[in-house]
Structure formats: structure tokens, C-alpha cells
């Protein structure tokens, strides 16, 4: 917070005084700072008109610039003050001056993560930094894994055979990370980046002309230098939602969501650059980086969820890691997985005149599994149709009731001659 104070108009908590060990009076590390003013800005967010929240993300990507322009490195770690700046710091602060050293990230540290040795930093690439992450949850459940799934009444050898697999996974993962990270993704020079740039952590007031100005940007725990990439995405409440409702609330909902979003890719574009616009367009397209960031940033898992996330992610983009462009689809997304169904579609010709024909859904008590619509429109797009989860549904709808209507048929012909025959 220190140097975000010192070096760039961003306005954060001053630190009045804070120590990093237990040795200190009350035995623990401890920070005294400001207390901001202001409102969260996920509490004022939904009251705001489409302009109001236009403004908020104009400030935010001002926010971005500021980081970009101002904080540059040459290498991914985290900001810590040199000894002399810390013998001084609440004298003259001003004049602080830091180094990138460590990266603290809880992988690196919690649950009994920290007696298993690792490099941690600072890192030449996103690279080096994740294959470091990986690296440690290998280590890490190659001692702890097995006892872990004995606690839950596994046997012994399916554990030890579960655990192996894992490594494996992980080895592959590893092994694969450079058909992951392009240049474009983990160029230098590298910039500070909020672990959690959410709004939350966003203060806001309000003027007397009702206008929603941000005052200060709180939560800098957990912060490191990262690239351009790490620093580029779209405010996670106006992201795309993996969702299928349908009702007028959630269309209306997302038609605004989708005009924030080009609202903010615009401005981006404007303060940062052309670069910037190509990534935000790539990041909805290719998802590995941000799946990475699930398995091994944003939080610890366990043995389960992690198996379960590697397997979802080996399944989206096979064993070579490569990008899966049908996967830029938020519902194929959703739904790509060995539950789909081969289903066999129809011509162009009859799948109109499936469209055509939607008042007759309701004058059947056929019912169409969600599973069995997500097959027939990830099947579609497969096939380079541009239908929607509605228009996939209508054709669903009488697929399944064809392929009913044959099973009916067939079944009332071999009892016929059974008939026949006695």
C-alpha cells in the first residue's frame, strides 16, 4: 500500500504502523491503518442507472492505467520495502524504496504446505510461476494425499492408486505449460496487480450531483507483479454467466451486462491500447489461464476437487493442453463433458421446419432432459450453426419426440406379429 501511495494517484489505507513477525508486544503480525470512507461497491452496484455504473467502470479502468503506466518490474513476485526504508518507514515515507522478492501466495504456505521446500520467487514468467505452484501441490500430496483419502473410509490401495494418478496429471500439466503461455500472455515488463480486484474492495461515495466517484481501493493482501494479461479482464460482476434461464428478468440482465462489458472494452482500448483489446477478445475465448488460476491462486483444494478440476480440465483441452475454440461458448462450456449424448441432427430443411412449428409444444407431455438439449446444441454448434439454448430446445423437443414416436412405432409392429404369428 506504501508503494501504490508513493507512486501513483490510486488512493489506499495509510499505514500507520504494522510488523510482519511475532515478535512484537502481542505476539502475533499485526498492520494499524486507515480506515477509508465510503461504501462498498457491491452494495450500491444494483441501484445505479446504466450511466452511473458507466462511470464507476471508467474509474476503474483509470485504475488500471494508473498500475500499468506507473508500476513497472522485471520479474513476478512481491513488493517488499528495502531494510533501510524499514528502519525509516514511519518517519519518512516518501521516500521508500522496495524490491520484488518472495511471492506469498497461500499454495506456497497454508496447511502444512510451508514445511515442504519450494522456490517461490520472484519468477522471470507466468510460466516459471505456475510450473513453481504445480510443483508444490505434487510435492504436497505425494506425502499428504493418501492420508487424506483414508480419512474417508477409502481403501488403502485405491488411495495410493488415486494419489499416483494425481502426480500424473500434475506431471502432465507441467510438462505441458508452454502450450499455454504464448508471448502474448506473459510478455514483460510486468506490472502490480490486486489479488482481488472485486467490489468489495472498492469505496465509493456519492457527490451532491448523484454522480458514484471511487475513493479508495482496500485488500491488498496477497498482491504480486504480474503481466499485462493478469491485469486485463473484465470486473467479474459484468462477466458472462454460464446460465441457461430464459426468463425476461435474465435476458434484461444480461443484454446490460453485455453493454457494460463492450462499455468497458472500449475504454480500455482508449487508455491502454489496441493489445488490451486483443486480449480481453482472446480471454473469452481461451479459458486455460483463468482454469489455472481456479486450480492453483484464487484458493486451496482438496485431493477431491482437485483430481475433479484436473480431469475437467484434460477433458476440455486434451492431453496436449491446447485451446478448445468451441469451448469460447459459455453453455458449451457449461456443458462439455462425457454426460453429452451423440445425437444424430437432422437436415437444414427439417430443422426449419422444427422452428416453424413451436406451437406445438405445448399440445405434448414430452419431456427433454437438459442433458439431452445441451447434446443437440453443442452438436449444432459443432456444425457451425449459430442457433440459441431456445431454438436448440424447440429442436430437441421434436427430435426426442421422433425418436419416441419410431420406438412407439416398432414396438406396436413386433406386437402385431406376435399376433399374427400366434
Known amino acids: 500500500m506504501k508503494y501504490v501511495a508513493q507512486n501513483t494517484n490510486i488512493r489506499v489505507p495509510a499505514v500507520y504502523d504494522w510488523n510482519g513477525t511475532a515478535q512484537n508486544p502481542i505476539k502475533n503480525p499485526y498492520i494499524f ?14 441501484e445505479l442507472t446504466v450511466e452511473q455504473k458507466k462511470c464507476v467502470l471508467s474509474q476503474i479502468v483509470e485504475t488500471l492505467f494508473e498500475l500499468w503506466t506507473k508500476c513497472r518490474f522485471e520479474e513476478i513476485g512481491c513488493l517488499y520495502m528495502d531494510e533501510q526504508s524499514l528502519s525509516d518507514s514511519f518517519i519518512s515515507s516518501a521516500t521508500s524504496t522496495f524490491r520484488i522478492g518472495p511471492v506469498v501466495n497461500p499454495l506456497f504456505y497454508f496447511e502444512g504446505r510451508d514445511s515442504i521446500p519450494s522456490f517461490t520467487g520472484p519468477f522471470k514468467s507466468l510460466q516459471e510461476f505456475y510450473g513453481a505452484l504445480i510443483q508444490k ?18 481403501d488403502y490401495g485405491m488411495a495410493v492408486t488415486r494419489v499416483k494418478n ?21 510478455q514483460k515488463p510486468f506490472t502490480l496487480v490486486h489479488s482481488d480486484f472485486d467490489a468489495q474492495n472498492m469505496l465509493v461515495e456519492r457527490s451532491s450531483t448523484n454522480d458514484i ?15 499485462l494479461w493478469d491485469l486485463c479482464k473484465y470486473p467479474i460482476w459484468i462477466q458472462e454467466r454460464d446460465e441457461l434461464s430464459t426468463s425476461d428478468t435474465n435476458l434484461q440482465e444480461n443484454h446490460e451486462r453485455q453493454n457494460l462489458r463492450d462499455f468497458f472494452y472500449d475504454e480500455m482500448i482508449v487508455k491502454l491500447g489496441n493489445r488490451v483489446g486483443q486480449m480481453l477478445k482472446m480471454k473469452e475465448q481461451d479459458k486455460r489461464i483463468d482454469e489455472l488460476e481456479n486450480m492453483f491462486t484464487f484458493m486451496i483444494h482438496k485431493f477431491d476437487t482437485l483430481e475433479g478440476l484436473l480431469e475437467h480440465f484434460f477433458h476440455h483441452y486434451g492431453s496436449e493442453a491446447k485451446a478448445n ?7 458449451m462450456r457449461l456443458f462439455w463433458g462425457p454426460n453429452l449424448t451423440k445425437v444424430q441432427i437432422p437436415s437444414e430443411r427439417i430443422i426449419n421446419s422444427y422452428l416453424l412449428s413451436v406451437d406445438k409444444l405445448s399440445d405434448t407431455e414430452v ?17 457451425d450453426y449459430n442457433f440459441s439454448w431456445q431454438q436448440a430446445s424447440v429442436i430437441a423437443f421434436h427430435m426426442r419426440n421422433n425418436e419416441l414416436s419410431l420406438k412407439k412405432n416398432s414396438a406396436n409392429k413386433i406386437i402385431s406379429l406376435s399376433k399374427i404369428e400366434t
Open 166 to 186: 494425481l502426480v500424473k496429471q500434475l506431471d502432465l500439466l507441467q510438462s505441458k505449460l508452454s502450450n499455454i503461455f504464448d508471448e502474448s500472455a506473459d
Open 213 to 227: 466517484k471511487i475513493i479508495g481501493i482496500i485488500d491488498w493482501e496477497f498482491s504480486r507483479t504480474g503481466t
Open 367 to 383: 419431456k427433454v432432459p437438459n442433458h439431452y438439449v445441451a447434446s443437440v446444441y453443442c452438436e449444432l454448434k459443432s456444425r
Open 137 to 154: 501441490e505434487k510435492e504436497f500430496f505425494e506425502i499428504h494425499g493418501a492420508q487424506e483419502l483414508l480419512g474417508k473410509k477409502i
Open 325 to 331: 475454440i468451441k469451448l469460447a461458448d459459455p453453455i
Open 33 to 46: 491503518m486507515e480506515r477509508l470512507p465510503g461504501q462498498h461497491l457491491y452494495r450500491v452496484w444494483y
